[in-house]
């Protein structure tokens, strides 16, 4: 039995290098006066998955979260945070690549940005924001229908707008 050398290692692989907060961005701009008035929060919430190759089997995949709460028809805070990981992903059809950046390791990401969202929200004085599950899997199958529609060739973003909820 002869080995070949040169053949490769055709048997996916994922692992997890590191997950890590790129960016944070908090703002809010009316306090104290926030604090002494009924608190009745409206919360928009946007989210957005990029993703771009390091090196040949190794990815970044970063998770944006922007919260913009308001109460009274002012606001309250603005919260942006960056939620990156690197992913090794080796040995994959270029169809299940994509998704695995658009959708999957999303999945991964959500509980460390929604962690670090509520953290901060809580030490700048408001109450705990606690994010709802988000389904990438169907974010990223409405992701490529519009991309079908509009005829664009990057794979790898999604966006969603939803609500958060203040306690």
Known sequence: MTTNPQATNTTPQFEIQRIFIKDISYEAPNTPHTFVEEWKPEVQLNLETKSNRIQDNIHEVVLSVTATVT???????????????????????????????????????????????????????????????????????????EQNKTGETSATGTTAAGDGHLH
């Open 71 to 145: 109460s009274n028809k002012k606001s309250a805070f603005l919260i942006e945070v960056h939620q990156a990981g690197i992913f090794l992903i080796s040995s994959l059809p270029n169809e299940q690549l994509r998704q695995m950046l658009g959708s999957f390791c999303p999945n991964i990401l959500f509980p460390y940005v929604r962690e670090a969202i509520s953290d901060i929200i809580v030490r700048g004085g408001f109450p705990q924001l606690l994010l709802a599950p988000v389904n990438f899997d169907a974010l990223y199958t409405q992701h490529l229908q």
